[in-house]
T-cell receptor
């Protein structure tokens, strides 16, 4: 069974640009969550989608957005990038049964110059 | 709101030493508790979980007991190996949906 796949793995952007990250969940998983991981803040919850609907949202500005498609694949977008957005963005999928057991991808490492 | 606190790292131990990583939480209701591990260059993976008070989660020689009276979920292992070097995250799940809240992580280095 293929795991959670995130693309791209690494990317470099400059301030003011925007970026789109993609996540393909494990087959059959309907819930996708996104986290931002930084050395200073640890893992911060961004949002969670289930069946194309955003169910939960963390405390991030509106520049951070996401969506989920009918095949459960998800994308997140960050507009008007700032230096502080440099981080590892992790995607996790679950069946959506609220048991908290997350399956993580390897992440997309974003560097903003 | 819900939150998780872990002991500060990094922690450095010799091989075969005893490991304890402290974790306490603040939550309403009865959350499920987890330990996740992140090996170098990899994403997080679930190490163990406990869903109610006094439950003990265990895996790969690691154990943690859900203590509601002390709101704690400390991770222990009797004899660590070099391959256990990783970052360990304590976490709790929001009961409503799949929102998992993580602690800051504790980096463990095991030296031969």
């Amino acid at each position: 069974k293929a795991g959670v796949t995130q693309t791209p793995r690494y990317l470099i952007k400059t301030r003011g640009q925007q970026v789109t990250l993609s996540c393909s969940p494990i087959s059959g998983h309907r819930s996708v969550s996104w986290y931002q991981q930084t050395p200073g803040q640890g893992l911060q919850f961004l949002f969670e989608y289930f069946s194309e609907t955003q169910r939960n949202k963390g405390n991030f500005p509106g520049r951070f957005s996401g969506r989920q498609f009918s095949n459960s694949r998800s994308e997140m977008n960050v507009s008007t990038l700032e230096l502080g957005d440099s981080a590892l963005y992790l995607c996790a999928s679950t069946l959506g049964t609220s048991d908290g057991k997350l399956f993580f991808g390897e992440g997309s490492r974003l560097t903003v110059l | 709101g819900n939150s998780v606190t872990q002991m500060e790292g990094p922690v450095t131990l010799s091989e075969e030493a005893f490991l304890t990583i402290n974790c306490t939480y603040t939550a309403t209701g009865y959350p499920s508790l987890f330990w996740y591990v992140q090996y170098p260059g990899e994403g997080l993976q679930l190490l163990l979980k406990a869903t109610k008070a006094d439950d003990k989660g265990s895996n790969k020689g690691f154990e943690a007991t859900y203590r509601k009276e002390t709101t704690s979920f400390h991770l222990e292992k009797g004899s660590v190996q070099v391959s256990d070097s990783a970052v360990y995250f304590c976490a709790l799940s929001d009961l409503s949906y799949d929102k998992v809240i993580f602690g800051p992580g504790t980096s463990l280095s095991v030296i031969p």
